[in-house]
């Protein structure tokens, strides 16, 4: 019930012509809300810049420039937003484009609802090790009913399992891989809210089978998406690459390689036809260590902008919550606003 409401917020909200510069009442909660809605409604300039790799927008917007409904974003400016991505814009670049000098914002976009998971146990079954986890679906405590997908992934090998959470929001996915290999496995598990399948979210759990417990993500390879390209950078000379795959709920295909520099090597990202986030997974060694590394496209959860913490002196801060679509997929934004900070 809770994610339909959420979800009927989408129809029902409506543009709005913003009142950027209204200093009379530039901290009324009317004039934040305003602010928070032209952030999602609007392309900014150039209206295709989150493709752009090296372009400041002249104009902040979030919106798709070919949007058919309001409040529908692009994934390549939300992914630009993620600190993580190596085309990833400023905050001050953000602020200076949006062009309102009397306030200060901080975007955070995340999955409807959040998924967690935990080990539970393992043990040799033949030649396989079977692996039980729980995974707990739930927004703001309450618990979620919802169909499961679930990969897990070791160098080259794949295997996948279907389940649904209980009226708990909990479930026990159980998975094997057989002995013969080692290494750091990732499980990915997507999920689709049985109330409304655009309500998705995904959750990724790295372990050692066979082997110690992983090194963290990004000690052998960073990743950045953008535009349909993932783009890899290694960290070290003697790093091999064993598969790279895009995962989604219903789908699981190999990269198909572009180009190869040093240390460099350029993806092409297919057009996933899926309600769902895609999340993609490079495999490989370097010299003895196994890895696994993974990123989200677009790279959600994220938060940029302001620290709102402690507050800002003289000044309240607003905040606003909307339910958007990126893809065919359907997020939350929170958009916070106050008096100008010292940290832009």
Not at 96 to 119: P, T
Not at 313 to 330: D, N, P
Request: proline share 4%.
């Amino acid at each position: 019930m809770i994610l339909l409401v959420l979800s009927a917020m989408v129809g029902t909200s409506k543009l709005m012509a913003p009142y950027l510069d209204d200093l009379a009442d530039r901290d009324s909660t009317d004039r934040f809300q305003h602010l928070a809605s032209n952030l999602l409604l609007t392309t900014g300039s150039p209206s295709n810049w989150g493709q752009l790799r090296s372009t400041v927008p002249s104009a902040f917007g979030l919106a798709r420039a070919d949007a058919v409904s309001p409040y529908e974003l692009d994934p390549d400016k939300v992914t630009r937003l993620n600190s993580q991505n190596v085309y990833a814009l400023a905050y001050s670049d953000l602020w200076q484009a949006y062009g309102v000098n009397d306030a200060s914002f901080q975007i955070e976009i995340k999955m409807l609802f959040a998924l967690s998971v935990k080990l539970v146990s393992s043990s040799t079954q033949g030649s396989q090790t079977a692996y039980e986890f729980e995974v707990r679906a739930e927004k703001s405590g309450v618990p979620i009913s919802a169909d499961l997908k679930s990969y897990v992934v070791l160098r080259d090998f794949v295997n996948e399992t279907k389940a649904s959470t209980s009226s708990n929001g909990a479930s026990i996915v159980t998975i094997g891989i057989p002995n013969s290999i080692n290494g750091t496995a990732l499980l990915l598990t997507f999920a689709k809210s049985a109330v409304n399948p655009q309500a998705v979210s995904y959750v990724v759990h790295a372990f050692g089978h066979n082997s110690p417990s992983p090194l963290p993500d990004g000690t052998f390879v960073k990743l950045s998406p953008l535009d349909r390209v993932l783009n890899a950078s290694f960290l070290y000379a003697t790093t091999q690459v064993i598969k790279a795959q895009v995962f989604s709920f219903s789908n699981n295909f190999s990269l198909t390689e572009l180009t190869q520099g040093v240390q460099t090597v350029k993806y092409a990202v297919p057009r996933i036809i899926d309600t769902s986030v895609s999340v993609l997974v490079l495999t490989g060694s370097n010299e003895s260590a196994s890895f696994a590394e993974w990123v989200a496209y677009p790279q959600v959860p994220l938060q940029i902008g302001a620290d709102f913490s402690d507050g800002i002196a003289g000044s309240r801060v607003a905040a606003y919550s909307q339910i958007v679509t990126i893809g065919s997929a359907l997020y939350e934004v929170v958009t916070k606003w106050g008096g100008l900070s010292s940290s832009v």
